[in-house]
């Protein structure tokens, strides 16, 4: 049987000198060493051996196995060395070949515009103040004058999920809950932006979610020539250095006076053009002195602190300073539209 097992290496040694690929090498491995293999065979006749004969048998059998083994792994990693060889070379890169370019996102120009003007009285010194978009009639309607069966609320068409919750109609809620958080503390001085929603129908300056930034002040002796101070350095910034803008009276339940604000028209500087309708204004936000009431509800003394609120439309600012004419232009994600403030 020792014979019988050295022709046998000898045999597998020959037969591996001259495999050439990984497949012909597993049929080797069959072929000599698996569980029908020509060893496997050896093996099963070591039961007639004498007990003094199977342990040197034995060693050489394991002799055998292990030098079959060792070429065979080193016929393995030769085949696998070469295979990731040629892999290499079929996959080299020329990296002297021009790159291809990859289509790159932008901010959106609503976030865009958003950012700007958080920026701009970010470095006034107000801070940033958030609130709920599903809001309750008492924070979005009474507690800024506006009781129920109010008639100035059908000035905004209400989403309601109950007859107390609702989907807030603007960002003013998020000035009373500011104002009641403070006890009276001042001065506060805050913007507020966010999502509202009112049942609108789309159009070209209309949609039924829209995003609105507002302002609040509390303070000693806020007066009106703070708020229109204020609002000149913002469209000043936003517009540019020549921007000046106006004041009209005008009505809202929180605040008193009130006024809405035209700024100078920026396509044609204030000469009038068809954008502003030959006037050479544009209207861009409303404003006035915090209603007396709105303060009570707030927790402040109306006869001690005064304060002053705007609040605009993020849309309709970009709208102005980019010049677009429709504002579902933002909502219908045209990459060629959108692309264009990639660039601004």
């Not at 020509?38 to 006749?45: F, N, S, Y």
């Not at 079959?68 to 080299?92: G, P, S």
């Not at 006076?257 to 044609?268: I, L, Y």
């Amino acid at each position: 049987m020792k014979e019988r097992l050295e022709a046998l290496r000898e045999e597998a040694l020959a037969s591996l000198q001259h495999v050439e690929h990984v497949n012909a090498l597993q049929e080797l491995r069959v072929k000599y060493l698996g569980k029908k293999g020509a060893l496997t065979e050896v093996l099963r006749g070591m039961g007639s051996l004498s007990a003094e004969e199977r342990p040197v048998i034995g060693q050489v059998v394991n002799d055998v196995r292990a030098a079959i083994e060792a070429v065979m792994d080193e016929k393995q990693n030769f085949f696998q060395q070469e295979e990731t060889n040629k892999r290499l070379n079929e996959e080299t890169i020329d990296v002297s070949l021009p790159g291809r370019c990859l289509p790159t996102g932008s901010i959106h120009p609503l976030n865009k515009v958003a950012q700007e003007i958080e920026d701009i009285f970010i470095g006034l010194g107000y801070s940033v103040a958030e609130g709920p978009e599903v809001e309750t009639d008492y924070y979005n309607f009474e507690a800024l004058n506006l009781p129920k069966d109010h008639p100035a609320r059908d000035m905004q068409d209400t989403f309601y999920i109950t007859e107390e919750i609702l989907m807030r109609t603007q960002t003013s809620p998020v000035q009373v809950r500011t104002m009641q958080a403070s006890h009276g503390e001042t001065p506060i001085r805050i913007i507020c932006p966010g999502k509202v929603y009112r049942r609108d129908d789309d159009d070209a300056t209309h949609s039924f979610q829209f995003n609105q930034i507002e302002g609040l002040v509390v303070g000693k002796n806020i007066r009106m020539s703070d708020l229109k101070g204020t609002l000149l350095q913002f469209a000043k910034q936003m517009f540019g250095e020549n921007s000046q803008i106006r004041l009209r009276p005008s009505f809202f339940p929180f605040t008193e006076p009130s006024a809405e604000v035209d700024v100078t028209c920026a396509q044609c500087g204030g000469c009038g053009c068809r954008m502003c309708k030959g006037t050479g204004w544009l209207e861009i936000l409303g404003c006035g002195m915090v209603h007396p009431r709105v303060l009570e509800m707030g927790g402040y003394d109306p006869n001690e602190v005064t304060g002053f609120a705007f609040g605009m439309g993020v849309e309709r600012i970009a709208l102005l300073k980019y010049g677009i004419d429709d504002i579902r232009h933002f909502y219908t994600n045209d990459t060629r539209f959108l692309s264009q403030f990639a660039r601004m």
